[in-house]
Nanobody
Framework: QVQLVESGGGLVQAGGSLRLSCAVSGSIFDIKDMGWYRQAPGKQRELVAA???????TYADSVKGRFTISRDNAENTVYLQMNSLKHEDTAVYYCNARVVVAPTAYTMDYWGKGSLVTVSS
């Protein structure tokens, strides 16, 4: 079994910052891509940012220059530093990891339970 545990969400004023963390644990051979998605009320889930095992990053246009994704491969943890937050960033943020699972070596996608970020205007 593989578990993703998120932390760091909460309420912040517009212009403020938050840092999300997601720790992956369990029967893991390797972790490939890791990322953060978000879902606002009434909207579809969307990619916010992703990082490959080699460190290549991808960002949604709406967060470029404000959010930074990083990962600690030794700790199996991915982070999302969110600066200059806007009201429209309000959403539930979900961590995603593409994991090579032990002992089968199958590659599977796993999701965290979600962390609510509320930005007051």
């Amino acid at each position: 079994q593989v578990q993703l545990v998120e932390s760091g969400g909460g309420l912040v004023q517009a212009g403020g910052s938050l840092r999300l963390s997601c720790a992956v644990s369990g029967s893991i051979f390797d972790i490939k891509d890791m990322g953060w998605y978000r879902q606002a009320p009434g909207k579809q889930r969307e990619l916010v940012a992703a990082v490959t095992s080699g460190g290549t990053t991808t960002y949604a246009d709406s967060v470029k220059g404000r959010f930074t994704i990083s990962r600690d491969n030794a700790e199996n943890t991915v982070y999302l530093q969110m600066n200059s937050l806007k009201h429209e960033d309000t959403a539930v943020y979900y961590c995603n990891a593409r994991v090579v699972v032990a002992p089968t070596a199958y590659t599977m996608d796993y999701w965290g339970k979600g962390s609510l970020v509320t930005v007051s205007s």
